[in-house]
């Protein structure tokens, strides 16, 4: 983080941030639902597919690099029960996914070395507990000259009460001149969800299939992958990372991330989007499963207690 500045810039007419290390790397992030946009590990070397105009950012759709909360993936039927009350959240469409800060203007509360950005969600109809959301972004270089950006999620709550919430990030990587059927994948994992036809996870158990780890694809090719995994392995620095690969150049993508924050990863090859399919991977780290405040599962871990903070730290790497 030494030696980073943070400066003030506009995307598309949105109020932005731009950092930049002594290395020359650089990031750019909206306020707007504390979108990251691009992250340079070198100069013209931009390996975040983000939105591309303020359209599509508040379009929203594809959900490039949003920050997901107060619970990430889908919610299904936009319904769930909290404490013997069902609420149901009218302001997305029925299995919406991706929570509700994704259009919220955040605020820069420091710029010194790194940026951070915070929002108060004041309670909706469909969520009405009151929570604070922060968002630090930093970008910094390794003893053998990698590239990192990290990217953590503190929620926290001022009500007498404990209340449900998730966290999760959602950006999609890429490679310079490839292509997702160009790479390959690894996840250190025990664990792949079932899901069902509608992309929930099945009930209980069955949600749940063990697998050889780790998970490992030396070559996507036409390989369609809209998954997530858990009983992940940490290293031997305790992080659990997740490896993308272009093997035509040997340059590498590592995201880590706590496994006592963020027990599973999802994986999706980025099919159907609407801009550039199957040219970037998403690898999303989150707090929960999907629908996880339907799930009697996920009934304990779920609530955020008073006092009690939530995070979620993402560190990615370029190595080259």
Known sequence: MSGTTVESTVFD????WKLTSVSGASAVVVERGATLISWEPEP???????????????????????????WPGRLSGSTYVFEGQTYTVDELPPGAAHGLVGTADFVAT??????????SFPGSAGYPWPFKLSVVFSIETGAEREEHLTVSLTAEHDLAHGIPLALGWHPYLRFPQSRASNMSVMIPARTRVVYDSTLVPRPGEAAYAGINAPFQLDFLGAQKLDASFRGLIPDENGVVTTVLRDPATNAEIDIAQEPAE??????????????NERGSVAIEP???????FNRPDAAGSIVLAPGISRSLTVTVTYRK
């Open 13 to 16: 007419g949105l109020p932005a």
């Open 262 to 275: 963020a027990p599973l990863v999802h994986i999706f090859t980025s099919d159907g989007v609407t801009r």
């Open 110 to 119: 420091s710029t010194a070395g790194a940026l951070v950005l915070e929002y």
């Open 44 to 70: 013209g070397i931009n390996v975040i597919d983000g939105y591309i105009s303020r359209a599509e950012l508040e379009d929203g759709r594809d959900a490039r690099s949003k920050v997901m909360a107060p």
């Open 286 to 292: 989150l707090s929960h499963v999907a629908d996880a």
